[in-house]
């Protein structure tokens, strides 16, 4: 026996020892994942570990430390965050302080009828106007959401996905205004239609056209928008929904092998678009298991673009994400203590290597962010990257005895769902049949028992919990914008060349028959300023509209 | 003559976090209540249809997106119009504590935000639902 095999064992017996005088805190040890957590980690934990197959070097196959040389050493990432309310007016307001304020790059929060494909003055739209975003109706709106803000200066993120080309060329034609050419354009689109199926609720087609127009969108920008990220596969709204970590990256990943099929299917070469994809994670409270996430997931994507697609050009294999703080952690109670919470989950976001990062307001289990929560959010960002040094060197952590083992744990459990679902004939096949949706449900289900039992802590709520606390001071949005809303659409639909938009949305509807590219109808379209609305709906009434089944 | 408590849980509006509906859901039925989820995207009007046509003794109503005000409300509003006095109705979500008054007033019985147990939804319906439902 080597002499560390030695010494571990005397320790074993040591700590046994120590363990029946002096119980443990619990029995067993298991990461959100049921992934066990053993007492101790040592070199034994890595006996047949190779270096150069498992990490590799930064910006090198397969990504493990990161897809960049230097990460952090040459820039930090993009502090970009997610923000929208109410008009056009206000949410541009909002823009420009947050960038006076120092961050570097814009994301678009919209509200839930512009992101269903609903006018602001559509019955379906009632209580809804401006509440969770910027209500976006027409390209006049788009005009005045980034009035001053020069788009080629500027990266915006747009959470938008079933009417993400509407609002791709919404954005488009905005910065021809500018004499901003698209390729001058650097952004991303959520475009992640199958996550709103399985998690986020805001589909509107049925799963075959609503990928015939990702594919659209993929196409058009690989010609036009070379700079744009096209999709922004998001694992975020599955952990929000109550997914375990493995299953956030699982069903993210095998969401994300379903839109490179369709592409490659719709005869797309795979390094033409693949190096425009990118990811959304979630950044949530077991630190060390959401590191190990991140960097299981780059190792994973990489095997996949580079095994199972062939694609051969590097970039094509790097996973690029961005990261927002896990919203459903947040506590209600003791709002404050959610600035903790979210330093801890930045902490391990950028531990992890994201791209840019969102991090959540401390009143947001209450209502949307004030300016203050806004700016406290962003200085924790800050301080991280100013203050505490751990961005001065590349992938901190790696080589930890605990971490690099909990990696390879987390991939394994990941490639295990990945061929389950294969097994079930891919993403679109798992979410139809229910699947994804009940695996998220039954861990969401089980997370609120553990809760409630006090197994799972939440400090302020089910432990450490104060009576009489005062309410903070929290956002409204204005009641009357609907209407406000409503009046500016009448305005602008008598203002407009109305036989010119009706044209162009007949022209839109033939070639949504057909088979053709519907990015330059739908640009045609939105430059007559047909509203987001009449768009929307010319597509409904070729492509139907999804109707979930309820599991 | 007794039965088991009916539950329609509703989704009004176009909020989509269903996670809090579908946690609810379970919970009242592994407390012996028949449950009905409606899904998403439901108007105030297709919710108070489904409560009669499923002759539910409780409405419970879940939105995150800031919607409650007017559309809790529109529903409490509708069940007065048809003059139905004995369904329960509750909420649920994303709701500050000024709105919750507001609610009240309207007909709302009660509303749960983040943190609340599920047993003591359990015991709110238990102890206010309409006679009969058990």
Redesign the interface.
């Known amino acids: 026996m080597s002499e560390l095999k030695e010494k571990l064992e005397a320790y074993k017996k040591r700590a046994e020892k120590a363990v029946s005088r002096f119980p443990e805190r619990q029995e067993r040890f298991a990461t959100s994942s049921e992934i066990d957590v053993e007492r101790l980690y040592s070199p034994e934990d890595l006996s047949d570990f190779d270096y150069l197959e498992k990490l590799a070097f930064p910006g090198e196959y397969p990504y493990t430390r990161g897809i960049q040389p230097t990460m952090y050493r040459g820039r930090y990432w993009t502090m970009r965050q997610y923000a929208g309310f109410g008009s056009a007016e206000e949410t541009n307001e909002r823009f420009r302080y947050l960038l006076e304020q120092g961050q570097t790059g814009l994301s678009t929060a919209f509200d839930?009828?512009t992101?269903?494909g609903?006018d602001a003055d559509d019955?379906?739209?009632?209580?809804?106007v401006g509440?969770?975003g910027v209500s976006i109706s027409s390209l006049a709106d788009m005009e005045t959401l980034f009035q001053g803000i020069p788009l080629d200066q500027v990266s915006t993120s747009m959470t938008i996905n079933a009417p993400a080309a509407i609002l791709l060329a919404m954005y488009i034609v905005v910065a021809e205004k500018q004499g901003v050419s698209p390729d001058k354009l650097t952004g991303t689109i959520q475009n992640d239609i199958l996550k709103?199926y399985v998690a986020?609720?805001?589909y509107i087609y049925p799963p075959q056209p609503s990928m015939r127009l990702i594919t659209n969108i993929f196409e058009y920008c690989a010609e036009h928008v070379p700079n744009w990220n096209t999709i922004s596969i998001s694992g975020y709204h599955i952990r929000?929904?109550?997914s375990t970590a493995v299953q956030e990256v699982a069903f993210t990943l095998s969401n994300a092998i379903s839109y490179v099929q369709a592409a490659i299917e719709a005869e797309l070469p795979v390094d033409k678009f693949a190096p425009r994809l990118s990811f959304f994670f979630n950044a949530h409270n077991n630190f060390f298991e959401e590191i190990a996430k991140f960097r299981a997931a780059r190792r994973i994507w990489a095997k996949i673009m580079r095994h199972r697609f062939q694609a051969q050009d590097p970039k094509s294999w790097q996973l690029r994400f961005h990261t927002q703080t896990g919203g459903?952690t947040l506590?209600?109670?003791q709002p404050d203590n959610n600035i903790v919470r979210v330093t801890l989950q930045a902490l391990a976001a950028l531990l992890g290597g994201t791209q840019s990062l969102h991090t959540n307001s401390r009143d947001e289990?209450?209502?949307?962010p004030t300016e203050e929560s806004a700016r406290i959010a962003l200085r924790t960002q800050q301080i991280i990257a100013y203050e505490s040094g751990v961005a001065d060197t590349v992938d901190p952590l790696g080589g930890s005895y605990f971490l690099e083992a909990l990696t390879d744990r987390m991939e394994e459990k990941v490639w295990e769902y990945i061929e389950k679902i294969d097994e079930m004939g891919g993403a679109v096949a798992a979410i139809e049949q229910g699947y994804m949706q009940r695996e998220i449900?039954q861990a969401?289900?089980q997370t609120?028992l553990n809760i409630?039992s006090g197994k799972q802590i939440?400090i302020g709520?089910n432990k450490f919990a104060v009576d009489n606390e005062t309410?903070p001071e929290?956002l409204r949005?204005n009641?009357e914008l609907g209407r406000i809303q409503a009046e500016r659409l009448a305005k602008l639909r008598s203002q407009r060349n109305n036989e010119e938009v009706e044209k162009r949305l007949q022209a839109l509807e033939k070639a949504a028959e057909g088979d053709a590219n519907l990015m330059p109808y739908i640009l045609d379209a939105v430059r007559a300023y047909a509203t987001t609305g009449e768009i929307a709906n010319t597509l409904r009434a070729v492509f139907g509209e999804y109707r979930?089944s309820?599991f | 003559m007794e039965h088991k408590i009916r539950v329609l849980v509703a989704k009004p509006g176009l909020d989509g976090h269903d996670r809090g509906a579908l946690v609810i859901a379970q919970g009242l039925r592994d407390a012996g209540m028949e449950v009905i989820y409606t899904g998403l995207r439901q108007t105030p009007e297709q919710i108070v249809a489904a409560a009669i046509q499923e002759d539910v003794d409780v409405i419970g109503l879940s939105s995150l997106s800031g919607a409650h005000l007017e559309l809790f409300s529109e529903v409490a509003r509708l069940l007065k119009e048809q003059g139905i006095d004995d369904i329960l109705v509750i909420g649920g979500g994303v709701i500050p504590d000024e709105d919750i008054s507001a609610l009240q007033q309207n007909g709302i019985a009660a509303v749960f935000t983040p943190g609340t147990p599920m047993q003591e939804t359990v015991k709110f319906i238990r102890d206010h639902v309409r006679k009969g439902a058990v």
């Open positions: 839930l009828p992101q269903i609903y019955p379906m739209s009632r209580g809804e509440k969770v709103e986020r609720g805001t929000e929904a109550g459903s506590t209600a109670q289990a209450l209502a949307l449900q969401a289900y609120q409630e939440v709520m309410p929290l949005v009641p979930p309820l």
